[in-house]
């Protein structure tokens, strides 16, 4: 069994900043890409940053400039530093993370998703 717990949503004023964190635990061989997702009421959910296991970042261009992905894998932790937000941005975000657990005959990858955390930007 795998969990993904996210913390750190919340509202904020347009201009703000909010950090996310989502913490990875349970039968885990290896952690290989995680990553944010968000969704917007009506919309489909969009990848926001993706960062590899080798530190390798993959960044929206709605977002580059202002949000930073970044991980602890001591921690089986990934960040998310959101700066300058706008109300474009609110939306429920997503951890995702492929996970490598052993399984029979060998390793096998996964995909798991946290249960998301609402970010809401407005005056």
């Known amino acids: 069994q795998v969990q993904l717990v996210e913390s750190g949503g919340g509202l904020v004023q347009p201009g703000g900043s909010l950090r996310l964190s989502c913490a990875a635990s349970?039968?885990?061989?290896?952690?290989?890409?995680m990553g944010w997702y968000r969704q917007a009421p009506g919309k489909q959910r969009e990848l926001v940053p993706a960062?590899?296991?080798?530190?390798?970042?993959n960044t929206a261009d709605s977002v580059k400039g202002r949000f930073t992905i970044s991980r602890d894998n001591a921690k089986n932790t990934v960040y998310l530093q959101m700066n300058s937000l706008k109300p474009e941005d609110t939306a429920v975000y997503y951890c995702?993370?492929?996970?490598?657990?052993?399984?029979?005959?060998?390793?096998?990858?996964?995909?798991?998703w946290g249960q998301g955390t609402q970010v809401t930007v407005s005056s």
């Open positions: 995702n993370a492929i996970i490598a657990k052993r399984g029979p005959g060998g390793i096998y990858e996964y995909s798991y």
């Open positions: 349970g039968s885990i061989f290896s952690i290989n890409a």
């Open positions: 960062i590899t296991s080798g530190g390798r970042t």
